[in-house]
């Protein structure tokens, strides 16, 4: 499928290179159209947008999600992004950190099952705060969470589960590329300044896994700082800002620097960040959870 790119955004005179990930995955974010999204994926995206709304809300009856509103609010200022469920407004970026905590303040959220990743809480939030600040209608706003969902599932599913061995969330290290291609098409970003946008967003790529130890609060954080963090990249990027070269496959890109230049790497098949990329939809393949449990859990059907 051929994406015709926007035009707004950073341009730096260098050729785009065609063939790399970050480009197909620019070309994808800034160029496909709502109505070449099929309509089943289009009805899906608004059910994993509610279900995510819904968990949202339910987190606000605990006690994680109040002391966080407050650590944020004492920094932030009054601001137009509504937070989930809460008599608050914020800011777009601190709106996209506390709404990403409180859709994966449960862990109820939805989870594409072979990138290890949950999308939405993501995708959702950082859609939500760029179209608040962007006027962007709702129509816009769906197709924004489709690309988000679709770039993190994939970039999740060319590790072939190798950020967990080393101790990394993937919800948050590669929902922060999702959530900057989502951002950049809601601010108008071309192809070119969305590849600047994902150089970025790779130093910004973080999740610690360190939580499994004690129950510590921070993984509910890491969807948020990544909307947050893509929310910054686009619009970064969209003045003018010019991103890290080879986010994903460089030197020190995503997989080599996180992984190591080892027998990690070798598992990494770079190629399904964008196999079928517009035409086989990984939306379709998130699945919503019967149960607020971590996949990871061992669970035996039998007495069910």
């Known amino acids: 499928m051929n994406f015709q790119p926007k035009i707004v955004g950073s341009e730096d005179g260098a050729?785009?290179?065609?063939?790399?990930i970050e480009q197909q995955l620019a070309d994808f974010a800034a160029g496909i159209e709502h109505d070449a999204?099929?309509?089943q994926v289009r009805t899906r995206a608004v059910h994993h947008m509610l279900d995510a709304a819904g968990i949202a809300v339910a987190s606000t009856r605990y006690d994680f999600a109040h002391k966080t509103l407050a650590g944020i609010r004492a920094l932030s200022g009054p601001g137009e992004v509504p937070v989930f469920g809460m008599p608050a407004r914020l800011p777009a970026r601190d709106g996209a950190i506390m709404n990403g905590y409180l859709c994966h303040g449960l862990d109820y959220d939805d989870t594409h099952n072979a990138g290890i990743v949950h999308p939405?809480?993501?995708a959702l939030p950082v859609a939500l705060a760029a179209a608040q600040i962007s006027g962007a209608s709702g129509r816009?706003?769906?197709t924004a969470f489709i690309i988000g969902v679709e770039a993190a599932a994939r970039i999740g599913t060319a590790a072939k589960s190798q950020f967990h061995q080393v101790g990394d969330h993937p919800t948050g290290m590669v929902g922060v590329f999702g959530a900057t291609l989502a951002a950049g098409r809601l601010l108008g970003l071309n192809g070119r300044a969305m590849v600047h946008a994902q150089g970025f967003a790779l130093s910004m790529a973080s999740g610690s896994l360190q939580f499994?130890?004690?129950g510590a609060w921070t993984k509910r954080l890491h969807p948020g700082w990544a909307a947050s963090s893509g929310l910054t990249a686009a619009s970064l990027a969209r003045e003018g800002f010019h991103g890290a070269s080879a986010p994903y496959d460089g030197r020190?890109?995503?997989?080599?620097s996180y992984l190591g230049c080892g027998p990690r790497t070798a598992e990494v098949d770079l190629?399904?960040?964008?196999?079928g990329l517009g035409e086989t939809w990984e939306l379709m393949a998130t699945a919503i959870k019967p149960f607020p449990t971590c996949h990871f859990t061992p669970v035996s059907y039998t007495h069910l």
Not at 15 to 20: F, H, I, L, V
Not at 252 to 256: I, Q, S, V
């Open 271 to 275: 190629s399904l960040a964008t196999a």
């Open 120 to 122: 939405t809480a993501s």
């Open 15 to 20: 050729q785009p290179d065609r063939g790399s």
């Open 212 to 214: 499994l130890e004690d």
């Open 37 to 39: 999204i099929p309509a």
């Open 252 to 256: 020190f890109g995503l997989f080599n």
């Open 140 to 142: 816009e706003m769906v």
